[in-house]
């Protein structure tokens, strides 16, 4: 199983980036898929879900409005579009996948917010 976060970098406040997730050993449609997200100091934080049939995704009250969550099946992957970033969206962003009892995590990738 491995799940592989591309797509963090710098980028000036007001900007955009597209994280992906990667995965492979499993599939995407079998697992409720999340991005989390750790900033410098602090604990990590659920950002946004969407459920393993893709309903209805949730996303932190921080995020909503300005994130995306979404995922193809066919390319085992979920993606997370993000705009409207701020400083305070700096952390690093990590994937997971979670089905029952079984949680599976990604190595994180870093977004930095500043000008």
């Known amino acids: 199983v491995q799940l592989v976060e591309s797509g963090g970098g710098l980028v000036q406040p007001g900007g955009s980036l597209k994280l992906s997730c990667a995965v492979s050993?499993?599939?995407?449609?079998?697992?409720?898929m999340s991005w989390y997200r750790q900033a410098p100091g602090k604990g990590r934080e659920l950002v946004a879900t969407?459920?393993?049939?893709?309903?209805?995704?949730n996303y932190a009250d921080s995020v909503k409005g300005r994130f995306t969550i979404s995922k193809d099946n066919a390319k085992s992957t979920v993606y997370l579009q993000m705009s409207g970033l701020t400083p305070e969206d700096t952390a690093v962003y990590y994937c997971?996948?979670?089905?029952?009892?079984?949680?599976?995590w990604g190595q994180g990738t870093r977004v930095t917010v500043s000008s």
């Open positions: 997971n996948a979670r089905r029952r009892a079984i949680a599976y």
């Open positions: 050993g499993f599939a995407v449609s079998s697992y409720d």
């Open positions: 969407i459920t393993n049939t893709g309903g209805n995704p």
